[in-house]
């Protein structure tokens, strides 16, 4: 069995899926924490990405860091926010140690806080 790397991103702040908000997965180095870009993605209007952001052979142990570009998703909604945001990129580092599992990593945020687990 393969694993896959899976996000999803909920406003908590107006009770709906993040639709168009920027993701940018990094992979970082073992030893030197320097990431390198893998890609980047925009979520749909269910706030998923439309494939798996890693699976196959992309998929392997490591640590990974997700970028969520919140400041520039919640710009575009109709809430009152200070300029700068309070919130901006909000990343999510975590390690695979098992390439062969499904990792699922959600957000849940607002323009002022957020949350994540591992999901499945």
């Not at 959600?106 to 994540?116: D, I, Q």
Request: with cysteine; charged share 20%; hydrophobic share 40%.
């Amino acid at each position: 069995m393969m694993g896959r790397l899976t996000t999803h991103v909920l406003d908590t702040a107006q009770g709906r899926p993040a639709a168009n908000l920027r993701i940018d997965l990094w992979a970082l180095h073992p030893h030197t924490d320097e990431r390198v870009l893998i890609k980047t993605v925009i979520t749909n209007r269910d706030g998923r990405t439309d494939v798996p952001l890693l699976e196959g052979e992309a998929f392997k142990t490591g640590v990974y860091e997700l970028c969520f570009a919140v400041g520039d998703y919640f710009a575009t909604e109709p809430l009152l926010q200070p300029a700068p945001p309070f919130l901006d990129v909000v990343p999510v580092r975590f390690g695979i140690a098992n390439a062969s599992e499904h990792f699922h990593v959600p957000l849940l945020v607002s323009p002022y806080s957020y949350t994540t687990y591992r999901g499945s």
